[in-house]
């Protein structure tokens, strides 16, 4: 954080204004899920390419905004759950450590704090596979007690960052409740999928 608060808050300026963008997606009519289960490779930025295994019928779309900032969707088959993730460079390492990642969660997810029935912060670690990262959930009270939800709406919401050097995405995840295997298997997949592509080994002779 030494190039000081001013780059810091440009960076979050750019990433508010992109969440922004990115929200409004959620509500799109869905995709009709039952695709195989695949790897994706994406490349988010020139110099990093990631894998991300589907899991078996989730559907999966993925795009970038005018800026080129690239965004994945991931619907479960029963439409449970809605997983928004987006990427966004970090050079700098501003998110390398816990202080960083919990100042950040705080500030882009302070709109869900507000409307939550929590009204504050339960930083969670994520534990992903590799890199590192922290997540918060939060109960939408214009929700509760009004169980069975239309389509479209959804009681939960986590969100949080996954970081690893040079980059992290920032992730918003829809649901019902976390405890349901469509929740958990999202969750497994930003554990353990959405990882750096190992580097091709020399040609044989």
């Given at each position: 954080m030494s190039e000081g608060p001013k780059e810091a808050n440009r960076l979050l300026i750019l990433i508010m204004k992109t969440f922004s963008k990115l929200l409004p997606w959620l509500a799109l009519p869905l995709a009709v899920p039952?695709?195989?289960?695949?790897?994706?490779?994406?490349?988010?930025?020139?110099?990093?390419?990631?894998?991300?295994?589907?899991?078996?019928?989730?559907?999966?779309?993925?795009?970038?905004?005018?800026?080129?900032?690239?965004?994945?969707?991931?619907?479960?088959?029963?439409?449970?759950?809605?997983?928004?993730?987006?990427?966004f460079p970090d050079p700098a390492a501003r998110l390398a450590g816990e202080d960083g990642q919990r100042a950040f969660v705080a500030n882009t997810s302070q709109t869900f704090a507000e409307a939550s029935v929590e009204k504050s912060y339960d930083f969670k670690d994520l534990s992903p596979r590799t890199g590192s990262g922290m997540f918060c959930v939060f109960t939408d009270a214009s929700l509760v007690h009004k169980a069975p939800f239309a389509p479209g709406e959804f009681l939960k919401v986590s969100t949080g960052v996954k970081v690893w050097p040079g980059c992290f995405l920032l992730f918003t995840l829809l649901s019902n409740d976390t405890t349901s295997d469509e929740y958990q298997a999202e969750m497994k997949l930003l554990r353990e999928s959405f990882v750096e592509k190992p580097a091709a080994g020399p040609a044989s002779i």
């Open positions: 039952g695709l195989l289960a695949r790897e994706e490779t994406l490349q988010p930025f020139p110099d990093h390419t990631l894998t991300v295994s589907v899991p078996d019928k989730y559907a999966y779309t993925a795009g970038r905004d005018e800026r080129g900032l690239l965004t994945v969707k991931i619907i479960d088959p029963n439409l449970k759950t809605q997983l928004l993730v987006s990427f």
